[in-house]
């Protein structure tokens, strides 16, 4: 079915939006490296410093809702947009490592406000919402997939300064294409939005409405989202540096002129591209699949993949790429259904605190992952990926549980949709 105009405007608003938090998020670690030789500083001290600008982008998710259902989605991604091109304006003007700090607690700040922001847009003002959700999760694959690249190109050529600031100017621009965008931000559900601005914001009702998401389904789900979120983080972040180590392509012998091209890169890339379709794919599937059937499906396959890395990471360069390949489909696939299974098991009127909440579980606890994943691989890479595995498993079985009919044995409000499992 084709998407109507409203559709479309919003589709067109918050892929921009999503391609570029990616955008920014991956070019980061790019200059970290750059950072520690300019300002001769020890890489934990630069990571510290990188890190105040990643622990915002997850623990601002849950303020960043509160604030979409008091000051509108639209409103609240522009803001974004320009806080997170300042940021890197910022970051193009520093010339000491307090400023570099400043910067990218700027970004984070700014950051954390569009997902729960464009994704609330998303589920409250477009019919085809799975549609949109497939193309806006393939947007941010381009962004995840550009933004070290680019940074990384511009490097070679161009001063660290002079690249951060050519970085923003994407950013600027969507900031006047947001700014003349026109769309109905609850198209989709006008019956449902009761609750003006004034008391959106209030505590009483951020209290109440908290009260009312975790006495509900969407307790499950937040929990769902958070084994997820502990699954992608840890298999995203140390994957490379897993890859990078591995016989197969470390003694891979290049033609000569290609020597300085790192394989385990490309192949991390390519994941990550493979993951556009993966998006859409999964996007398209929650028109048609329950979203918690969906989870629980998909789960299942992570379980799988996380398991046979252990003999295939012993293998040949083809079966390690093929691997990563699959790997990166489901990996992103998963992503429409959680967010799909909010906008089910949540009320309109709470929509930008359920996504506020879900990307605290997302982004902000699915963190501890890296820390426990970096233990866990000095010990061993077999149970690193069990532990990555044992993940996926919790959130298979909270999704068949969600599937069976769990949300019917505590109270929700969730509207009737065509694909809950009732």
Known sequence: MALNANDRSIAGFTMAGHALVHWFETAIPIFLVVWVAEFDVAVALMGLVVALGYAPFGIGALPGGILADRYGTKRLIVLCLAGMSLAFVVLATSTSIYMIAVGLLLWGIAASIYHPAGLAL????????????????????????????????????????????LLALPGLLAVLYGLSAEFEPTAAVEDDVDAGPDEALSLSTLVGNSKALFASAFAVVFVIVTFEGLYYRGMLTFLPEIL??????????????????????????????????GQYVGGKLTDRVPPARGLAAIFAVLVVLAVAFVPVT?????????????????????QPFYQNAVAVYTPA??????????????????AASIALGGFVLDVSLGWFFVMIAGFALVGMLLSVALAAGLDRFVETDRPVDSTTDD
């Open 122 to 165: 998303i589920s409250t003002g477009v019919e085809e919402r799975g549609t949109v959700f497939a193309w806006h999760g393939i947007a941010g694959n381009i962004g995840i997939a550009l933004g070290p690249f680019a940074a990384a190109t511009m490097l070679i050529f161009l001063d660290w300064q002079l690249v951060a600031a």
């Open 244 to 277: 990078y180590g591995l016989p197969a392509i470390a003694g891979l012998a290049l033609p000569t002129g290609l020597e300085g091209i790192e394989p385990s890169f490309y192949i991390y890339v390519g994941l990550l591209v493979v993951g556009m379709g």
């Open 314 to 334: 012993g293998m040949g360069l083809v079966a390690i790429a093929a691997l990563c390949g699959v790997f990166g489909f489901f990996l992103f696939a998963i």
């Open 349 to 366: 009127d709470s929509r930008g605190l359920s996504y506020g909440y879900t990307y605290l579980g997302e982004f902000g606890l699915g």
